[in-house]
């Protein structure tokens, strides 16, 4: 009897040490550093006055009546506020399907954010006619992502809302295709010819045989007029506000450029080829704001 009671005491000492043990288990994702150095993008927002307006895989926009915060939630990503880089997110972490990020973002933003709405900005309208080029099409696919779809898909895609970006700031928009269908290269220029257009934009995404490689690139021909590399400048400016790397304004003399009179630019989104920017330029979302860049470059240019 007095062994018995002794195994049973023992097994109860042996339970209660055993449930003071730290768990070697990590939190769901095993990304999280601790609840204690972490926050909710929802907490986040709350401790910030902001509100979620946009959650998707790839970045997170939060928002007040004077400041716009994107955060990009991969590694590597960035946080912006009111379109400038304000620091790298850092680790993110995701448990019970929300995503947290380091609470140290609570500070640094606070610190940088506006106080008051900016000043209202009357649109004016724009006079003047571009040529919008989402480039391939047809049984021309261009490049395929790492993901299976397609270049030639997302030309279209994106071309579409710059035109109608555009369109909305009264200019005339001309797109050398509106559907997947295949037009030869000359014929993009001669369209642009036609038009006498104020600006040529083609549209494209890259590829590469490095996954590692990403960011947007504009071209203008070797002999590009100093309109052309203006409006090259102004697009560049404007796209590296959606938190791609930039590869700056480089020369090559593609068809399209070359045989456009008057000025023409061609931009490579992105690339293709990288898995993290296929998931972007998949992104409708995210498209919005790559167009969005696109126009704004545009009408820059044209202003």
Partial sequence: MRNQLGLTILMIAGAAIAGCQPSAAGPPG????????????????GLLGLRVSESTSTHVTLKNSANTVMIFTFTGGQVYLNTKSLATVGRIGRSGGKIHVSKALVSQIRSAMQTAPPAIVRPRSLSGCVVVDAGHGGRDPGATSCLGFYEKTVNLQVARKVASLLRQKGLKVVMTRDNDTFI???ERAAIA?????DLFVSIHADSFASSSRRGF????????SWSSRR???AIARS?????LNSWGTRKADFRVLVHTRGPAVLIELGYLSNYTEA???RDSSFQNRL???????ITEFLG
């Fill in 30 to 45: 095993g990304q999280l550093i601790s609840d204690k150095q972490t926050v909710s993008i929802y907490e986040l927002a």
């Fill in 184 to 186: 030869e290269l000359q």
């Fill in 193 to 197: 010819n036609r038009y006498s257009a």
């Fill in 217 to 224: 690139t504009m071209y203008v021909a070797r002999s590009a």
């Fill in 231 to 233: 409006a090259a400048n």
């Fill in 239 to 243: 796209m590296a506000k959606t938190g």
């Fill in 279 to 281: 998931r972007l330029l």
């Fill in 291 to 297: 167009a969005q860049a696109i126009a704004n470059g």
